[in-house]
């Protein structure tokens, strides 16, 4: 897909946004997860803590004393990481877990307070105190109770990758669904452009098939648009035809009248009569290949035209034994008008036909090095084995009404229409040095497929 298109567009812009949604998806779950744990972490403390006082009496001494053993096995464990503690506030003996050995918690100072601190093994614990007064006694207990926070980080942390990879493959879920929708959603644009395709290679003439309602009003006018171009072409060659009517008539007139006269006056005007056809002839012919080389749908298979070109020009040059080898793949075809074509590759076999000794070769195929942007072009070549042309003399025979050699008949105007045409339809020529020995006449032009 190219940056700028439409379908890369679409796809990009969703992905974003539904990778945003999902990251911030993710980091959301994953903090309420976290706060969930943490909130039912200090609610199983605050359970222990109340079965340590539920336990806990003072003895005559005034010292805590626990008068049963609670239920977690983990309390009776060497550094398990779960631990309880009674402090006295005014000093004195404290009570501790089994589990805490010698070692004691530090507990903040006077007050109810949820906190982390790390034991002498360098686990993190969670852990909560409060402060009592147990019954029978006036003294001040701080009770406090932790647990290994770092067990419940574990499971945040695999809950986390979890999450995480539960939304990586939602993901590219989406992604392929996004994919999807957007291919599914542009096939009729896609469908519009293979139509507007067989219309441009002269396969259709209008969009055909329903369209949905968004490109529908599209479809519509751009069938308007094909109708108004085929209809101005039309016009273009009704116009072209009837001036050629108009004027051709007053200069017939001009040059009978002056035909039954003598004198300077009436050789004047012959000579600009005779100027004057010849330059309607010339305007009149290349207004009607502009109007043919810009209407749309035209497709002309090349073989067929050639062969019976050569067939005509032997037959012409019987005399001289001039023998034409065509070489051309059947199906080739040229994105124009059938008389185009005739008229180009016409005047170039007849140039060739002039100056060969015995023989002309004329060629054609697509050429894959001019291919672009969904547009082919076929080489048409002509060779023969007269004289040949010096490349300082080649770009000159190009030009409108030079004759390098005044011994052959024509007018000069062959190549130079023949370069004409070809750049109405986009394409060019180029005289080279043949294979044969002589003059090579290379024609670019547009192909069909």
Not at 391 to 420: H, N, T
Request: include cysteine; charge should be neutral; hydrophobic fraction near 45%.
């Amino acid at each position: 897909m190219r940056p700028s298109s439409l379908s890369r567009r679409l796809i990009l812009s969703s992905a974003l946004v539904s990778m945003v949604l999902l990251a911030a998806t993710g980091l959301l779950l994953a903090s309420l997860f976290a706060a969930a744990l943490e909130r039912n972490f200090d609610e199983r403390l605050r359970a222990v803590l109340d079965g340590v006082l539920a336990n806990l009496e003072v003895t005559d001494a005034g010292a805590p004393k626990l008068t049963g053993a609670l239920a977690d096995p983990r309390f009776g464990l060497p550094l398990s990481g779960w631990y309880w503690q009674v402090t006295p506030l005014d000093g004195g003996k404290d009570l501790a877990s089994a589990s805490l050995l010698e070692q004691r918690l530090a507990a903040p100072d006077g007050g109810n307070a949820s906190f982390f601190l790390a034991d002498s093994n360098g686990v993190t614990l969670r852990a909560i105190a409060q402060v009592f007064t147990l019954p029978g006694s006036t003294r001040e207990f701080s009770v406090l109770v932790a647990g290994d926070y770092d067990a419940l980080r574990a499971e945040e942390k695999a809950f986390t990758r979890a999450l995480a990879l539960s939304l990586l493959l939602l993901g590219a879920g989406l992604l392929l669904a996004i994919f999807l929708q957007v291919r599914f959603g542009l096939r009729p644009l896609r469908a519009m452009q293979a139509n507007l395709l067989a219309i441009r290679q002269g396969q259709a003439e209008q969009l055909k098939g329903a369209y949905p309602a968004e490109i529908q009003p599209v479809a519509e006018e751009l069938n308007l648009l094909i109708q108004s171009n085929a209809e101005i072409v039309e016009r273009a060659r009704t116009q072209v035809g009837n001036l050629a009517h108009a004027l051709k008539t007053p200069l017939s007139v001009l040059t009978n009248e002056a035909a039954g006269q003598d004198g300077a006056l009436a050789q004047k005007v012959r000579e600009q009569a005779a100027l004057m056809r010849d330059q309607v002839n010339l305007y009149l012919d290349r207004a009607r290949r502009a109007a043919r080389a810009q209407g749309l749908g035209a497709v002309t298979e090349v073989r067929p035209v050639l062969e019976a070109l050569a067939r005509t020009l032997m037959r012409i040059n019987q005399e001289r034994r001039i023998a034409i080898a065509v070489d051309c793949p059947d199906g080739l075809k040229f994105r124009g008008e059938k008389q185009d074509l005739e008229e180009m590759a016409g005047n170039l076999l007849d140039n060739a036909c002039k100056w060969a000794a015995g023989r002309v070769a004329v060629s054609a195929a697509l050429d894959p090095a001019l291919a672009s942007a969904g547009r082919s072009f076929l080489r048409l070549t002509v060779e023969d084995d007269g004289p040949g042309l010096p490349p300082e003399k080649r770009s000159e025979a190009l030009k409108r009404g030079r004759r390098l050699d005044e011994s052959k008949p024509g007018s000069g105007l062959g190549l130079s229409i023949v370069a004409e045409t070809a750049a109405m339809y986009h394409g060019s020529i180029a005289l080279g040095e043949a294979r044969l020995g002589g003059l090579s006449a290379a024609l670019v032009l547009p192909a069909a497929s």
